[in-house]
C-alpha cells in the first residue's frame, strides 16, 4: 500500500495557501502503533511523534533511538510519570496544572535541552476532558515561563467533536485569541496545536501551527486508544 504521508503533507499545504497561512508542521500521532510502523514512517522523512501513553511510549524510544525522533507528550500525564517524561521526551504537550510544572522541571535532565511545553486547554469545558480552564492559561504560562528546564512553547486543544463545523470552528479560533497575548508576553511561544485526522483543514484555516494526526497517516487503530 501505497504510504499516505506524501498526500496528507500536500493536503496540509493546499489547506495552509487557502487561509494564507504558513504551513503547520505534522505530528504523526502513533499511539498503539507498532514501533515498525513508526520506522516506516521515519523512513519517509516524518521526525516528529506524538504518543499518549508513557510506559507504550518508552518502548518505543527505546526501540528507535538510534533514529533520533522527536517525541511528544500528547496523553494526559500522571505527576508520578513525569520525571520519566522529563527524562525521554523532547516535547509535553499536556501540561495542564501546576504541580506538573515543577515535576518536569526537577527532572528534566541538564545535559539535555530545555523541555518544549505546551499548555492544554479543555477549551469546550468538558468535564471528560482534561487540560485547564482559559482562564488558567496565564498563571500556568508565567509558572512554565519561570522554569529555566522548561521552554514555553504555545497551546493546545482537542475541541469537541461537535457535528457542525462552524461550531467546531469556533473553539480553534477562541485558541487563537488565546494564543495572542501569550505569545506577545513570550516570544517562544509561537505554536498552535490543533487539529486531528477528522477536522485538520479547519483548524489551519483558523491558525493552527502544529496539527495531530493518526488515522490518517496510519490507518484505524487496532485497539480503542
Ligand atoms: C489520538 C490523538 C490524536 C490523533 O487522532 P486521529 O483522529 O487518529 O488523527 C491527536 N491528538 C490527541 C491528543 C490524541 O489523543
Known sequence: ????????LRTLHHA????????PSLLAV???????????????????FGENYV?????????????DLEWHLIGHLQSNKAEQVARHFQWVQSVDRPRLVTALARARPA???PLQVL????IDDESSKHGCAPSEVDALATAVAAEPRLQLRGLMAIPAP??????RRQAFVRMRDLLQPLSAAHPHADTLSMGMSGDYAEAIAEG????????????ARARPA
Open 1 to 8: 500500500m501505497p504510504s499516505p504521508l506524501p498526500e496528507i
Open 119 to 122: 499548555i492544554q486547554v479543555n
Open 55 to 67: 510506559q507504550e511510549a518508552l518502548t518505543k524510544i527505546e526501540q528507535l533511538q538510534t533514529l
Open 208 to 219: 493552527a501551527t502544529m496539527v495531530r494526526i493518526g488515522t490518517a497517516l496510519f490507518g
Open 111 to 113: 545535559h539535555l535541552p
Open 16 to 23: 495552509a495557501l487557502a487561509a494564507g497561512r504558513p504551513d
Open 30 to 48: 502513533s499511539k498503539t502503533q507498532p514501533a515498525a510502523a513508526v520506522a516506516a514512517l521515519a523512513a519517509q522523512g516524518q521526525r516528529a
Open 162 to 167: 461537535w457535528p457542525d463545523p462552524a461550531r
